[in-house]
């Protein structure tokens, strides 16, 4: 009963979309005030109806009604609560209606919290959300329903693969779709400026929070997701240039890309055109990412829908979204003029920069995913496109915009002096200049290719505290009065501070642990000893051991260095029957200087094991480091600039001035 | 502040729709691709002799597989295992085939136990001519088989005609193999 | 990611549904002498497994993937080159196993890309500053110093903002 209430919930959810997606944009247009007031109910209705077909899902999943077919494939009585919840996403139509669910969540935000945008622009960007919803909530009714029933049904479900059932696993998928819709608002906020044909500092404004909330969500799905992969596969590696990551990564990339280009919108009103193209491009590699992971289009594992009708679906919905979308774009975007001048070394200039490399890194990713398609369907020829690809090509196109991070803040509006602005950054060089040496002196007979790696990430670091000690003054004057600079800054550039620190400690986490990495391979005995690194781990022997479903065999190593014990690592071998497969389970010693990693393996048959340990230098500033980026995003969200009436104020005081809007109207 | 009115050049009307034609390329290639099977991967085999290899029998059967015994007609071998669940869906249509007498049928009993892939044999039926046991699979790397169960159409010169990677099903066979097997026969040539 | 956690875990018991992979027969036992180890390793992450569809044979639980690295051990024991070993493998399974693909007729496009698409970018911006520049040149003209204190006075507002 409560199925069919949540079936019926969402047949009612499409009806409004369709409304939504139509009523408020006719309104907008003959400007009927009636309809352009439909937007926010029907996007709070919408939004409530979702959440009462979501919630019909959960329930169906934690009280185990095994009469849907949804849950009864997926899930099982004796599954704790937590992964019984999560269990609704774990699957194919369940993932798809909790993208749905974020979505009208979106939208319900900007219906309930909008109150700062003109009307008409409101019902705009609510229609164009609608629209995205009525493709979704048709998928998911008419060819990924998970309130399908099963009769009879069996007495209990066939469970969730057990490996799922890992705290990590619940939530990375919630987060990375966070990230992955919350991209819609940027798109959905440019179709609109497109139809109305005006692209203002305000817009840049309203844009960028959801943007940026929709980065942090991302980023720290990413990272959540590559922290995983760490500790669970058992080889050590975290990023592996996998379709299904790519597919997370170049929204990503893109995202970034608009965030920077949405403050020279802001400040400058310059870059529209860009920002515009860049807005409708972020959200559509979302539903492509969506569209691979679906499809099974590309060899990924992980290929949820095989079923031909699903791939043709969302193909034609994506094509329908990113070609209109862009046809639009292409007709509209010579009404918006871009405004502020620059010179080509300035704020501005470094942010072009910053947008030219990030979004080159991006089409090289995804030409990297789809060139095995590509060249499948024109040769017929199968290629691999592995990580040696990505690494050699986006690596070196990352390289400049790390540089160009350090100086790109200090550089004023408009005109800047590089010279002048290396002059400000003389702690940052020497810092850098220290590294260099440092890293050559310990690490002499180290790869060459670490020096300047390690370099970098200091330089991006120490650009980035001394870009922030510099806007108080920090030892420039009384420290009170770089206290009241403090507090009177704006959180915005400190949140800048913060991401361009965080992403220097990715860089030294990803250059240290790859630079020094100690890898021993070998077949122990117990008692026998072996020496990683520094470290030298003994074997104290394997036993077999019963989990709940499965059988595994669990070593035990003493690790020590120069005789005293660091730490006991218990790493296992996992057998389960059904479905059969084999995991490694590694321990993992996370210390201030980096992990130490164990694997067990095999035993030979003659009492002795093959074993496998890694030193991991630093390997934990990688997760850190995206961690500190999501605060510095987090932290310029709670800019003043941000909040609720800010934007209103601005552009009210804009439209006062009978000028469109830009920084030095205010 | 504005920019003064720069006029609309053709050119960057072009620019404008760039975007467009990229996407709508993209999404061509992904339709096509939606037909495509990107897991399996075509042998490069196909064409080349048979490789080098001799597999003795398995416990108490006779005759193993040698490249030798694959010269001189045209015949399937068919890589298959005790463990393999799919292997079972073919087995009934290799029963078939010997029973018809169309085409020798050898196994590679692909990393396999003798005593239990003999169990098996005696439980579903014997269709092969010769098998051999390839208990570390290398011979079978040496084949590029990569899964459980293929199955390959050696032609009379011992030269890998097709390969069929899965399970063989009924309409693998009518519109695939038998055709082929009828053209080599023929003397003709076979792609597949 | 999610799905690399998967694709650990589970996809190598079966590959495409339909296909199935045996359990690893021999247990892989690195080399005795460390240099010709290091050269198989560097060579196991080159190849990438056929099973588990995305993973190197180095990184792969797939009995297949097993099989591989002992083969590429053999070989390079029994002298082949780095080049041969590899080639060896390759002449089975195809260029498909090379993560890195080699730069051949159909790759030239995939390897040249990303130099393409800067420069074409790089010259998309070029553009746009040239016809920018006639504008820019009459306001490009050095700021002088009470114009410059105006300029500090208001980007120093908006910091504070």
Redesign the interface.
Known sequence: MIAELGHYALVLALSVALVQATVPMIGAWRGIPGWIGSARPAAIVQCLLVIVAFGALTYGYVTSDFSLLNVASNSHSAKPLLYKISGVWGNHEGSLLLWLLILVLFSGAVAVFGGNLPAPFRARVLAVQAMIAVGFTSFVLFTSNPFERLLPAPMDGRGL?P??Q?PG?AF??PF?YLGYVGFSMAFSFAVAALIEGRVDAAWARWVRPWTLAAWCFLTLG?GL??W??YY????G?WW?W????NA?FMPWLAGTALLHSAIVVE?R?SLKNWTV?LA??TF?LSL?GT?L?R????????AFATD?AR??FI?AF??AV??GS??L??VR??AM?????F??VSREGGL?FNN??L??AC??VL??T????????V???????????FN??FG??MVPVFIAMAVGPML????GDLLGALQRLKFTVLATLVAMFLTLALAFDGPWLAIPGIALGVWMIAASLEEGAS?IRLFRGPIAESLRRLS???RS?WGTTFAHAGAGMVIIGIVASSAWQVEK???MRQGESQAVGAYQFRFEGAVPLDGPNYAAVRGTFHVSRDGKAVAVLQPESRRYEN??????EAAIRTGWGGDLYAVV?????DGAW?TRFYTKPMIHWIWIGAFVMVFGGALSLTD??FRIGAPARARNAARRAG??V???S? | ???P??G?QPR?TWL??L??AV??V??G????????R??E??SVMLGKAVPAFDLPALPGRPKGLKTADLNGQVSLVNVFASWCVSCRAEHPLFMKLKGQGIVPVHGLNYKDEGPAAMDWLRRYGDPYDRVGADLNGRVGIDWGVYGVPETFLINAEGRIVCKHIGPVMESDLKEKLLPAIAALRNGGTAKC | ??????????????LAGSMEQA??VA????LEDPVL?ARA?AIHK?L?CLV?????I??S?AGLARDLRILVRDRISAGDSDEAAIGYIVERY????????PIKG??I???S??VV??FF??IL?FVW?RR?SG??AT??SP?NADEQDR??A??DD????
């Open positions: 693969n490996l799922l890992d696993l990375h998928p990375l990413i997701g590559s995983w992969a669970e596969l058992g080889w590696g592996f996998d379709p299904v990551e997370s400040k009103d193209l409708i491009l559509s492509l569209f992971v499809s099974g289009v590309l060899t990924s594992v992980h031909p791939g043709v193909l994506l094509v990113i070609a862009l046809t774009y292409a975007a010579p003029k871009g405004g502020g001048l010179a080509p072009v030219l490399l979004s080159t089409a090289t030409l990297g789809l060139y095995p398609l590509f060249l499948d369907a040769t017929g020829e199968k290629i691999t496109v592995g990580p040696p690809y050699m090509t070196p196109l004023p509006w408009k005109r806007r009177r800054s704006s550039a391979l070998q077949v479905p059969p497969m084999e995991t490694t393996g095999d035993p030979t048959g093959s003043r600039r000028i469109a830009s920084t030095a205010k | 502040m504005g920019e009115g720069l609309q960057s404008r729709l975007p467009l996407a709508l993209i999404g290639f992904l339709f096509v691709g939606l037909g495509l990107p897991k991967i075509p | 990611m999610l799905m690399t956690v998967i694709r650990g875990l589970i996809i190598c018991f079966c359990w690893a247990v892989d036992t690195p180890e390793r080159q990438r588990c569809q995305n993973q190197s180095e990184d639980n195809g260029d498909w196993v090379l993560l890195q693909p159909g790759t496009m995939l390897w890309a990303p698409f800067l970018a790089a911006i500053c920018r504008p820019m306001e490009a700021l300029l500090n208001l980007l908006k910091d504070q903002a």
